[in-house]
């Protein structure tokens, strides 16, 4: 599989891979950050949560991704990434990260992947 390191996402033919990242602002406080995920939003449909990871690197997957994408998170957890692997053209959509503290949450701005049959 040809590997996408991509900020923005990008355009890739299906079986191809890319890795998406994200990085808490400066403002955040990374110590007091729980969980960290990756959602997406399909043309014309909700925004639903792709995968998660939490503190002691505990993860969870969406059917629509498990076993071809894979949620972590740095040393330091100030910053998450998404490696997606074997993408489909139904992968299509804007992902988003999240990063929740015990206070609030924070949202990126949102990152296109498209997938070509």
């Known amino acids: 599989q040809v590997q996408l390191i991509e900020p923005g996402g990008g355009l890739v033919q299906a079986g191809e891979s890319l890795r998406l990242s994200c990085a808490a602002s400066?403002?955040?406080?990374?110590?007091?950050?729980?969980?960290m995920c990756w959602y997406r939003q399909v043309p014309g449909q909700q925004r639903e949560l792709a995968a998660e990871?939490?503190?002691?690197?505990?993860?969870d997957y969406a059917d629509f991704v498990k076993g071809r994408f894979t949620i972590s998170a740095d040393s330091a957890w100030n910053t998450v990434y998404l490696q997606m692997d074997n993408l489909r053209p139904e992968d299509t959509a804007l992902y988003y990260c999240?990063?929740?503290?015990?206070?609030?949450?924070?949202w990126g701005q949102g990152t296109q992947v498209a997938v070509s049959s």
């Open positions: 990871i939490s503190r002691g690197d505990r993860t």
């Open positions: 999240k990063i929740s503290t015990n206070m609030d949450a924070c």
């Open positions: 400066r403002r955040v406080d990374v110590d007091r950050i729980y969980s």
